[in-house]
């Protein structure tokens, strides 16, 4: 399974932009990079995930490196609703691992006013 | 739709006492998980299912066992509960290659 490394923690001033960074040197070919973040021990919430392209959405963006290596998932502006854990998943193949989510440590996102 | 639902959210239970977790989902989907989040850390997977019928460990499959008899129905079961398994417990289902969708948690304390 694909570790990932994140930072601890990140602060951010609201309504700008938080870039939480993530390297997952070790991701395979076939691999997505998934996010979800988890408000006050609320079950994961799902954000975003990619392949090698870069992805939008109506909650972020997902800018995956050219080598696959790392990736920075966007929040373009930031609330204090989105002061949350982030996770930086690989997720596993679903032909030989089921389509596993294996969570890290996260980034404990505090957006401040 | 309700999504993933969990039963019970909340249970203590006595340390050697056996319990069944539920873990319900209405969206047809093939593949569920379940999770365990100790205080300060990120989820880690306990077991899951790809189908029907099938099982499969994850991380930490130690003390637990679990059942897919129904596609829509995941049962977590601790047969022998100890102390070390005081958790806040997820259940997960999906597609297995779109996003996962995650129940609100069961709260166990083993005392």
């Known amino acids: 399974d694909a570790k990932t490394t994140q930072p601890p923690s990140m602060d951010c001033a609201e309504g700008r932009a938080a870039n939480l960074p993530c390297n997952h040197s070790t991701i395979s070919g076939n691999e997505y990079v998934y996010w979800y973040r988890q408000i006050h021990s609320q079950g994961p919430q799902y954000i975003i995930h990619?392949?090698?392209n870069n992805e939008t959405n109506e909650m972020a963006s997902l800018i995956i490196t050219e080598d696959r290596k790392s990736s920075t998932l966007i929040l373009p502006h930031a609330t204090l609703r989105d002061t949350a854990v982030y996770y930086c998943i690989v997720r596993g193949s679903i032909y030989n691992q089921g389509g596993k989510l294996i969570f890290g440590q996260g980034t404990e996102l505090s957006v401040k006013p | 739709n309700a999504g993933v639902t969990q039963t019970p959210k909340f249970r203590v239970l006595k340390t050697g006492q056996s319990m069944t977790l539920l873990c319900a989902q209405d969206?047809?989907?093939?593949?569920m998980y379940w999770y365990r989040q100790d205080p300060g850390m990120g989820l880690r997977l306990i077991h899951y299912?790809?189908?029907?019928?099938?099982?499969a460990k994850g991380e930490v499959p130690d003390g637990y066992n679990v059942s897919r008899l129904k596609k829509q129905n995941f049962l977590l079961g601790l047969e022998s509960a100890a102390p070390s398994q005081t958790s806040v417990y997820f259940c997960a289902s999906g597609t297995g290659i779109t996003e996962a969708f995650f129940g609100q948690g069961t709260r166990l304390t083993v005392v």
């Open positions: 990619g392949l090698k």
């Open positions: 969206m047809n989907h093939e593949y």
């Open positions: 299912s790809v189908g029907e019928g099938t099982t």
